[in-house]
């Protein structure tokens, strides 16, 4: 298997998800505005939606990936099976048991997330959350089939299937909304229904290259089969680790939380800027961090479990160049080339000038940390393929710590860009603390050529970066704004004579393609 060849087709889909997704929120918006009734929507979807990044997303995939491939490489493929019968069995149950919770704590639930939602969006959102918290039971269980499917080196159809919930979403404005309206129904609530068809289709798309595969999973029913499974110690396995990696992404949600607060606090739209810097920050995040974790967890996890440290480093060391040779030149152009970037994306109907003003510098600021943000999606599974899920989740603590210290000294001079700057500044830390930690244990040894390998890029990325200095000051970007095909016309073509630019100076410069070019 090319694992550059993976990377760039989950690089691929998840563009593909990034995109329906900005259509989504953009026609959201078009179709609903912005009312109570909307912010009911935002405050019910974030409930399952926060569930599923810290139960499905986050600490179980963390915790189930290298016990399944350790399970996998050293026991074989049946006592594999019957792992994974276990751990949906007892996932199933629970998810049952917490999605009948859910529901009847609906009222509790809404009035913690947004106690200041007036009587009618209150009532809205209970109604939407109790449509909507299955959705956390789907997502858990599409997890599990994601790391089935990514333990096999299957890593298109877990990819694809956030594009289904956008999708759905999508439908649901569009046609559901106008039917709810004529039946006397909320049509806000369509949203809800779109959520919930597109968790139960993200898992059903999944089942039919499980069962190509034959790991579709075995769910027993009764008291017996899940005491059976609660006893299996792959079950336990996976949630003594659980712990420490729930931990960790609880602090990614309160980082998260606090800066929002401090954002409420500061000139009004503020919390709206960095959402949107935000947004164009999560392309190359997503494109890159994401893609490369995904592939990267198996391969390191099995190099880990047969016992090839060889492997295990290399895999490091062609993940590590990766992100230098394509993080780099996208976290200059966030940092040279804001401007265009904001308005061709935004800048329009009632999102003013000084709008785009505020977001760019956001945008500059979540741009000096994109390096650190991606080689930590790098850096991190390095010790989760290890079982190690403790030191990352320290190095977390700290770093939040840290962010927060930051945001002291920032945030009275430079505002909100303050907030993204401080995120920014922490990511480098917690990359380079991961890195050393890998190091100093002997875990990571970098191969030779990496003095010659960054001064290729620096060199390229400074000519590439001189070029676009050069197109955000030798138009007025911001005069095109009724002229929208000409703008992302002129963008596109800057963009993409950035890349030939970039990639022509590495080749003149004699750059080992080949490098990148890895088989598993």
Aim: aromatic content about 8%; overall charge positive.
């Amino acid at each position: 298997m090319n694992l550059l060849r993976a990377a760039s087709l989950v690089s691929l889909l998840t563009l593909a998800s990034r995109i329906t997704g900005l259509v989504r929120e953009q026609l959201i918006a078009a179709t609903f505005g912005a009312s109570a009734l909307t912010d009911a929507f935002q405050v019910a979807f974030r409930i399952p939606n926060l569930l599923r990044r810290l139960f499905a997303e986050g600490a179980f995939s963390q915790a189930f990936v290298p016990i399944l491939v350790a399970s996998r490489t050293q026991e074989g493929d049946e006592p594999t099976h019957r792992l994974i019968d276990a751990v949906a069995t007892v996932l199933a149950w629970v998810l049952l048991g917490v999605s009948v919770l859910g529901v009847l704590a609906a009222p509790v639930l809404v009035w913690v997330m947004a106690a200041g939602l007036p009587a009618e969006g209150a009532d809205a959102a209970v109604v939407m959350t109790r449509w909507m918290f299955p959705y956390i039971g789907c997502m858990s269980l599409v997890a599990l089939s994601a790391g089935i499917l990514n333990t096999w080196k299957r890593f298109a159809v877990p990819a694809v299937t956030p594009v289904i919930l956008n999708v759905c979403v999508i439908a649901a404005a569009w046609l559901g909304a106008p039917w709810l309206q004529r039946h006397g129904w909320p049509p806000i609530y369509a949203l809800a229904l779109g959520v919930m068809l597109g968790g139960v289709l993200q898992l059903g798309v999944q089942m039919p290259a499980l069962v190509r595969l034959g790991l579709m999973p075995r769910i027993g029913l009764g008291a017996t089969a899940f005491g059976a499974a609660w006893h299996h110690e792959g079950v336990h396995r996976i949630l003594r680790q659980m712990g420490p990696a729930l931990l960790g992404v609880s602090v990614a949600q309160l980082s998260l939380l606090i800066n929002t607060q401090i954002g409420s606090h500061l000139q009004a739209g503020s919390v709206s800027w960095l959402t949107y810097a935000d947004r164009l920050m999560e392309f190359p995040t997503a494109l890159l961090g994401v893609a490369l974790g995904v592939v990267l967890l198996p391969q390191l996890a099995a190099a880990q479990a047969s016992g090839d440290a060889s492997r295990y480093s290399a895999l490091l060391d062609w993940g590590l160049r990766l992100v230098a040779l394509l993080a780099l030149p996208c976290s200059v152009a966030l940092m040279v080339f804001p401007t265009p970037l904001v308005a061709v994306l935004y800048h329009y109907g009632r999102f003013s000038a000084t709008d785009v003003h505020q977001t760019v510098i956001a945008l500059m600021g979540y741009g000096v940390g994109l390096m650190g943000l991606i080689g930590i999606k790098v850096l991190a599974p390095g010790f989760y393929a290890r079982q190690d899920i403790r030191t990352p989740v320290r190095i977390a603590v700290s770093v939040l710590v840290l962010t927060q210290l930051l945001n002291l000294v920032l945030v009275p001079w430079l505002g909100h860009a303050g907030l993204a700057l401080s995120i920014g500044l922490a990511a480098w830390v917690n990359a380079a603390w991961l890195l050393k930690g890998l190091l100093g244990q002997g875990h990571y040894q970098p191969r030779p050529g990496w003095g010659a390998f960054l001064g290729r890029l620096l060199v390229a990325v400074g000519v590439m970066g001189a070029f676009l200095a050069w197109a955000q000051a030798g138009f007025d970007w911001m005069a095109w704004q009724a002229h929208a095909d000409g703008r992302v016309g002129a963008l596109a073509l800057v963009l993409g004579a950035a890349a030939l630019i970039y990639f022509g100076v590495l080749h003149g410069l004699g750059l080992p393609w080949r490098t990148f070019i890895r088989r598993a």
